[in-house]
């Protein structure tokens, strides 16, 4: 069995056991940095939704792949520099990484002049960690008000754990945040805690290393 396969089973397990449906997860295959072949065959499988880190990696990648294979539904999951917004709102169809009022202002402007934008999730910086991206979870709420304020289309929350610990508080950190601000998005849980992320309501998780292998 592939690692495709073999996650979709767990991911469709841990939601069974969470009593939601399957299809309540969406499943981002964590492509960044991946060669060709591995992506091709990933691809081949029927995977369609992916993560990337970096806005200028995609953009070599992701438009002949599009032209190539049909519909293919691409999320940001790095951070995300104000200087490539434009781009990333061409290419991107979720952005899980905004973090500040600055890039909200681009965004807002991006979504008026090209009257569209991508699905957006805040990211907050549950760990309060001093080397990570994210919204502080002080600043949450302000922050999803000032997107609403500039009608951008607010979906949810994204978190990355700090690497040791349990993750799980961080998890239901996030979910509270999301239920207080009236968000059913929840972008959490990678390789090592997606099964513990569903538990905990999760509606997107990112996985990389458990279905393409360890990057070389």
Known sequence: MSGLSTIRERVAAAAGAAG???DSVTLIAVSKTQPAD???AVLDEGQRVFGENRVQEAEGR???LRAARGPIELHLI???QTNKAR???TLFDAIHTVDR???VESLARLAQERGTSPDLFVQVNTGNEPQKAGCDPDGVDALVARMRAADLPVRGLMCI????GDPVPHFRA?????????LAGLSMGMSADFEAAIAEGATHVRVGSAIFGARG
């Open 161 to 164: 754990p700090p690497a040791e």
């Open 174 to 182: 996030l979910a509270a945040m999301a239920a207080r601000n009236g």
């Open 20 to 22: 939601r449906a399957a």
């Open 62 to 64: 992701w438009p002949p």
């Open 78 to 80: 790095g951070p995300l």
């Open 38 to 40: 591995r992506i091709a």
């Open 87 to 89: 781009a990333a709102v």
């Open 101 to 103: 009022p600055r890039l």
